[in-house]
């Protein structure tokens, strides 16, 4: 099992930034990589960005390359997502995923969300 906590959220005006924090804890030595994940009022949860473990590879969704870095920090066992020049449209709850397979593509444990509001 591994437990997530994420922190960070809040209300930002469009142009500013916010910084999202992912705290991992219990069997972390077992997952292959991290992600962020978001999900607007009405829509479906969609891909943000994602990192693996050992050799911090990245991948972003088209929406945020440019804008978004995620990183680790392996010695807390915590993931980032810097948001810059943040839009309306990034508005939504954001959740830190783990992904405990290579082989397999699926996030199997997941934070409780962080509310991102950007103002117009």
């Known amino acids: 099992q591994v437990q997530l906590v994420e922190s960070g959220g809040g209300l930002v005006q469009a142009g500013g930034s916010l910084r999202l924090s992912c705290a991992a804890s219990?069997?972390?030595?077992?997952?292959?990589?991290m992600g962020w994940f978001r999900q607007a009022p009405g829509k479906e949860r969609e891909f943000v960005a994602g990192?693996?473990?050992?050799?911090?590879?990245?991948n972003y969704a088209d929406s945020v390359k440019g804008r978004f870095a995620i990183f680790r920090d392996n010695v807390k066992n915590t993931v980032y997502l810097q948001m810059n020049s943040l839009k309306p449209e990034d508005t939504a709850v954001y959740y830190c995923?783990?992904?405990?397979?290579?082989?397999?593509?699926?996030?199997?444990?997941w934070g409780q969300g962080t509310q991102v509001i950007v103002s117009s």
């Open positions: 990192i693996t473990w050992s050799r911090g590879t990245t």
């Open positions: 219990g069997r972390t030595f077992t997952t292959y990589a």
């Open positions: 995923a783990a992904r405990p397979s290579a082989l397999r593509a699926t996030y199997d444990y």
